[in-house]
């Protein structure tokens, strides 16, 4: 079949405390924060931080939701590791960066007769570099300059006890094709795909399975990149056609519209059409990362949302260069997509405290 899907859209990783994460994506991953906003989902009020590659484009967005109040357990059925494509030889300088960080990882390995170094979050989760062909624009930082920094995402490696029904949902439901085979770990790649639409199942049939729910030290999601909505009710219908029946209604997330399906090796794969506007509906490409940005729906709730927050501080490379940044009320759009297909928002009605 041909695939609705361009490539990795997001991926959502659970850490604990806020500014760990900042820090970590930002300086040792060397990520631009794109978005600080929250979780549309519950009622505690919980960051929704974006990073990405110099335009913030889809398929380089890392998301965190910072979850201190419960630790996640790593294990199959999730995300275990998110991979960045960084240029041909440079496995040696992120080594070396990663040493000048004190972030753990080990070495320089290879996988699919590629270079890449993996290296562990503070909050547990393993991200990783690898050398690759990819023209996407990086973010530079002072320490990461841009003949080193990272593209975007070249892959994602999803843990299961068993390969052959998440290698069913891969190839039947999401149109990738099997490349090849490295000691347990199966590639799958989206024929066509843009860069960021290689999947890795690292086969691990003893290990537990990871827990579902938000929780501190694991990864929670992984969003694919579809056309628009109309492609996202045509993905729906068809996991129901192959008996994939409990994908979620489309939710409005305000930079893109997600639809949500739990994959038979457990991990949460959801789709995701951009919203007109995307991460600039209420931010310039300049202003990007620098506030705290809330949907239009959520806005009434500002100072008890900010109230239970913990405060970060936005990285040097984010702040902006003049003035403060004034908060721009953005829009608020209908609640259905452009050809009318109704879209889900959760109310913001938060509890009136963190216990
Ligand atoms: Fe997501």
Same mark, same amino acid.
């Given at each position: 079949m041909s695939s609705l899907l361009k490539g990795i859209h997001h991926i959502t990783h659970c850490p604990g405390p806020a500014q760990a994460d900042v820090d970590f994506l930002t300086q040792v991953l060397g990520q631009r924060l794109v978005k600080q906003t929250v979780l549309m989902d519950g009622r505690i009020p919980i960051y929704h931080f974006y990073y990405g590659n110099g335009d913030a484009e889809a398929g380089s967005i890392e998301t965190s939701f910072p979850y201190s109040r419960r630790p996640g357990r790593p294990g199959t059925g999730q995300v275990?590791?998110?991979? #960045?494509?960084?240029?041909?030889?440079?496995?040696?300088?992120?080594?070396?960066?990663?040493?000048?960080?004190?972030?753990?990882?080990?070495?320089?390995?290879?996988?699919?007769?590629? *270079?890449f170094v993996?290296?562990?979050?503070?909050?547990?989760?393993?991200?990783?570099?690898?050398?690759?062909?990819?023209?996407?624009?990086?973010w530079a930082t002072k320490e990461v300059g841009a003949d080193v920094a990272a593209r975007g995402f070249f892959a994602a490696?999803?843990?299961?006890?068993?390969?052959?029904?998440?290698?069913?949902? =891969?190839?039947?439901? =999401?149109?990738?094709?099997?490349?090849?085979?490295?000691? *347990? #770990?199966?590639?799958?790649e989206i024929p066509g795909g843009g860069p960021g639409s290689v999947i890795d199942l690292h086969h691990e049939p003893?290990? *537990?399975?990871?827990?579902? /729910?938000?929780?501190?030290? /694991?990864?929670?999601?992984?969003?694919?990149?579809?056309?628009?909505?109309?492609? =996202?009710? /045509?993905?729906?219908?068809?996991y129901e056609e192959l008996g994939y029946t409990d994908a979620s209604e489309l939710k409005d997330r305000f930079y893109f519209h997600s639809m949500y399906v739990r994959s038979p090796g457990g991990i949460l794969v959801e789709c995701t059409a951009n919203a007109p506007g995307g991460f600039y509906l209420d931010e310039t490409p300049e202003e990007l990362g620098t506030k705290l940005n809330l949907p239009p729906w959520y806005e009434a709730q500002r100072a008890d949302i900010v109230a239970m927050l913990e405060p970060v501080i936005v990285p040097d490379v984010n702040r902006p260069r003049y003035v403060t940044v004034a908060t721009r009320p953005a829009a608020v759009p209908p609640a259905t997509t452009a050809s009318g297909i109704p879209l889900s928002r959760t109310k913001a009605e938060f509890a009136t405290s963190r216990n």
């Open positions: 275990s590791v998110v991979s #960045y494509s960084v240029p041909r030889g440079t496995a040696p300088f992120w080594r070396e960066h990663f040493d000048r960080h004190g972030a753990e990882h080990n070495g320089i390995e290879e996988r699919f007769a590629t *270079p993996r290296v562990r979050h503070p909050a547990g989760m393993y991200f990783e570099v690898v050398e690759a062909d990819d023209h996407r624009r990086p490696v999803m843990s299961v006890r068993s390969v052959d029904e998440q290698e069913r949902f =891969l190839v039947d439901a =999401l149109g990738f094709r099997k490349v090849g085979v490295d000691g *347990p #770990y199966h590639r799958f003893a290990r *537990p399975p990871g827990s579902w /729910t938000f929780g501190a030290g /694991t990864f929670h999601h992984i969003a694919f990149t579809v056309e628009n909505d109309d492609a =996202l009710v /045509t993905q729906k219908a068809f």
